[in-house]
């Protein structure tokens, strides 16, 4: 065997080692990032979730100021809590649009009666096929989407008070 | 008082290891004296650490909660054996166990092995030595199992019920004893590197420690296969889960291993190679041993998410492999190759059977850590799964199974035979098996398909061996050859059968409705509470019929209060041709019950496979040291005199 190759070896393990110290460096962040961040928001026309509310669609999004899209269910428990954020949210003058994600309209209905409802308008989305075409990877998730209708920035996970700063800051950016 | 007498004795142990490297250093050139009490140090240290293992096991099996491991893994309402196996279900106890089999391999090589020179068995109880000091500060440091818990809570968390099975008190125990197995072969090459007698006396002693460990890999890697595919209730008996990978990564290792010892052993051929694959078995075990123990990939046997515990285990990886690495570096180039041998011979063939081996196992390294590589360069996240491992592995795989047919026919050296005539009958079986899928099963992939063939060509092509001669008469190291290439097809057979022929079935059934599952009629009767001895459970009762007279399944989802966790319990209907797998789920707001109904054809095979193919091993580690002990001395003598 020729000297050189003989310390291939140990050059592979080198690698190998460097690409695990790295890692446990690294903290692992479970987080899956949307790739639309600074796209256009993918054509979607949703069917309206509860009777007398009114339907979504990605033209909605066109015109007018910016806004924030928010994916939410009836049956996750973090967006009880989240839901009151986005009331005061609201009532700082954002608007809100909601998709209910694998939802019926009864179980929605209750929802919003019971925990308040701060939505303009929300889509149906039984298959949760608009949520993947977000590249959204969970409930609640939420997108600050601008008057364009371009997808500025994702929010994972439920809205917590602390976080309301930073994204009426993403909203005026937005603008 | 037994916490802490399994902590002393475990300080002693390292104590004792610290010892026996220092007196491998003292005693290399050569003093007889020092091989003596080198020898007495590795077996002292073997039994302390036993002992340290077994007073574990009493304070698990006391149920002792002022010990913080026992408290966190135990529970005084758990039967008994799950009590006792608890003791390795987690990573304190699972790793005192692998320190005490590393130990206790020094032990009985110090006891018995008598085939290399004094020197090399020396610096190979050094070795081991220093493998075992670096794992007890690992224990002693990082990971105390005897840890005390003050004021003693009044009962303990329990087990995490996936483990509360038998599988848990097999499976781990056997993987162990094969990944540290290894360890000796690790010593042994390391050892020879550095003493530069890597030569036919180290082949063969390498050779039981080699051919001991795979055989407890396969099984353990056979228990853990079908464990998983009736505890989880997937229904499947390989995920391509990063610590299935680390698993096999040794066992790929240890398979090529094993053939070029062989080589080595015959004709003093391949000494390079093999020592090189000594190490890099031993490698995979401790590569194995990290990716669990670290959580570094995600994984469901990523117990212990430490980043702490992970640097630990990694500086041991760098420092033992980049050491045995180095010295292969250094030394290599000094090792003369022993007999040559021609293009078509046994010995071509073995070559490329590690080759073959050689490539999956780094198509298999590769495609385990290329998510992570990626990560580190791009920052990109990304999963690899089953569909790359059995598009680039399975034809790899089926091809050296095709060898696997051939390589055994040929002769040591040069082969001038017409061997491939003998090949005529398992081929043609192969054809016809061929014709047969193309015409009763058009639309099955080409995978499978080719897996059927194969399978009953080498059926055919692996007895060839015995054809021909008196079976009787053939050695038992022959039979096991034999034994374990049929195993091959078998398994083989059982996962093509498994993926060309399962039907599935997922509805909602109430109860007394009727689905249809392959040649199955299955009947959900009713859905009834029960209860076990930590567990509540709701169970349903099937009736299974096709043809013949019914037979009854009662799947569960059980509840488990500690730790609060729901299992399900999938029942499972065994008969000659296949396995009826029913897995009861949730209950839908009409009144239905979630049913998942397998039928797989011929599922077996996969692990009856995989217990030929040890048994296989354990019939040929039987035969060889039977004609050792029989005619050790004048063998020996001969051959050091024709190869020295």
Sequence with gaps: ?175 | MIAESGLAALWLAAALAGLQFALMLLGFGGRAEVGRAIRAVSVAQGVLALFSFALLLILFAQSDMSVRLVFDNSNSAKPFIYKVAGAWGNHEGSMLLWVTVLALSGAVLGLFSHRTSERTLVAALGSQAALALGFYAFLLIASNPFARLSPAPPDGRGLNPLLQDPGLAFHPPTLYLGYVGLSVGFSLAFAALLTGEVDLRLARAMRPWILAAWIFLTLGITAGSYWAYYELGWGGYWFWDPVENASLMPWLAATALLHSVNVLAARGALKAWTMMLAVVAFSMSMVGTFLVRSGILTSVHAFAIDPQRGTFLLVLLGIYVGAAFLLFALRGGSLREGAPFELVSRESGLVINNLLLTVILGVVFVGTLYPLFVEAVSGEKLSVGAPYFNAVAGPLALFLAVLVGIGPLLAWRRERRPVFKQLVVPGLLGVTALVITLILSPDIGILPRLGLAIAAFLAAASILPLVGRNPLRAPLATWGMVIAHLGIAVAIAGMAANAAFTSERLAAARPGQVLNVGPWSVQLLSVTPTAGANWTAIEAELRASRGEGPVTLRPQTRYFSDPPMETNEAAIDTLWNGQLYTVLGKEDPEGGWQLRLWWKPFVTLIWGGGGLIALGGLLALVGRAWRTRRRRRPADDWRKARYA
Excluded at chain 1, 74 to 80: A, D, E, T
């Design chain 1, 1 to 175: 065997m020729k000297g050189s190759l003989r310390f291939l070896p140990l050059a592979l393990l080198a690698a190998v080692i460097a690409a695990l110290i790295w890692r446990l460096a690294t903290p692992v962040d479970t987080t899956i990032r949307s790739r639309l961040e600074g796209k256009p928001l993918p054509e979607f026309a949703l069917a309206a979730a509860v009777p007398g509310k009114a339907a979504l669609a990605s033209g909605d999004f066109s015109g007018g100021g910016p806004r924030l899209l928010n994916i939410f269910a009836s049956w996750c428990v973090p967006c009880i809590t989240e839901v009151k954020v986005l009331k005061t949210l609201q009532q700082r003058g954002v608007a809100i649009e909601g998709i209910a994600i694998r939802d019926r309209p009864e179980d929605v209905a209750r929802f919003l009666a019971r925990y308040g409802d701060p939505y303009r308008r929300i889509g149906a989305d039984p298959q949760s096929a608009v949520q993947i075409a977000l590249g959204s990877s969970g409930v609640p998730e939420s997108f600050v989407v601008d008057g364009r209708g371009v997808i500025r920035y994702q929010h994972v996970g439920p809205i917590e008070a602390s976080d309301v700063p930073t994204i009426l800051q993403k909203l005026e950016q937005a603008r």
